[in-house]
């Protein structure tokens, strides 16, 4: 698919996914587009655990219970370093995000949909079990997970503030 | 040009570009594309300042001197309102971030090059003196400038751990 048809059609899907299992290609082929992602200093601080099958996912669903996690057939979880930095700079926050930006856009380009998932692991409690629940350790962070398949239906979509509204030429205006 | 192509193309250019003049039309085209990037809880916090000519790139080129910066016929810089927020989250890093990265992969889907330019602008002083230049108030903080253009000669490319190293399946290794 087309990059600027990818970035228009991609969209936070919270609603339910479609049973019907993505193959082990296309969760591979999205994930060489999300480790491809710019990274500071080249530290590339983010690693990836690829949930296959919908078992796999459970033990997420098993500790949140988002529609995308109780629904989804596969998941990308998305997990930084806190050792992989080189001082004095910390890019964990922009690396786990362009990463997890190039996945969504790369899982519309195969047709499928996907969510940021990371508000649910925010707290203490929920980070730690789902830490576990992947295997791992106390060095990594658990930053977002996407839930990867086939809409069960049309997903909402909200209203954006216009071009005009946040683009200027030049100069701030407002 | 494909989405996949984009993603295994884009690089961070960190060298000189050439004088040739970006179209308005690629450059709203690549704002548009950022503006589509996922955002938290929907808040839209990220600003864009177009900068069409080669005199407003160097303002920012005469507070840091980049090879990028110095050279390219045009930028956008990539603002975050610190009050478009709704508490207790903030998430003017992952917004910037994937507002960043879509505004790569749109720049190298129409042939150009960019670099994703922070540090430079990480000082009290040049922030302060890029804002200044942006005629942007204090609410708001520069996060990233992409220069954009054609290179003048191929980019150098730094090494990449490979897939291996950073993707496990179903649980972690290492």
Known sequence: MN???AAQQRYSH?????????????LNQIATAGLAAPTGNNTQCVKLVILRERDEVQKLADIVGTEGLKTAPSAIAV????????????FE??????????????????GYVSVWLDSPFFSDETQKAARTALGASDRYHLRVVLPIGLPDGEGSRRDKLSFEERVSYGVMQG
Request: no cysteine; charged share 25%.
């Open 3 to 5: 990059f600027f048809e």
């Open 93 to 110: 926050m922009e690396d786990y995000s362009t990463a997890a930006t190039q996945m969504l856009l790369a899982a519309v380009a195969l």
């Open 14 to 26: 919270k609603e339910r996914f479609l049973p019907d299992s993505v193959p082990e290609s296309a």
């Open 79 to 90: 997990l930084t370093d806190s050792e992989g930095h080189r001082a004095p700079y910390n």
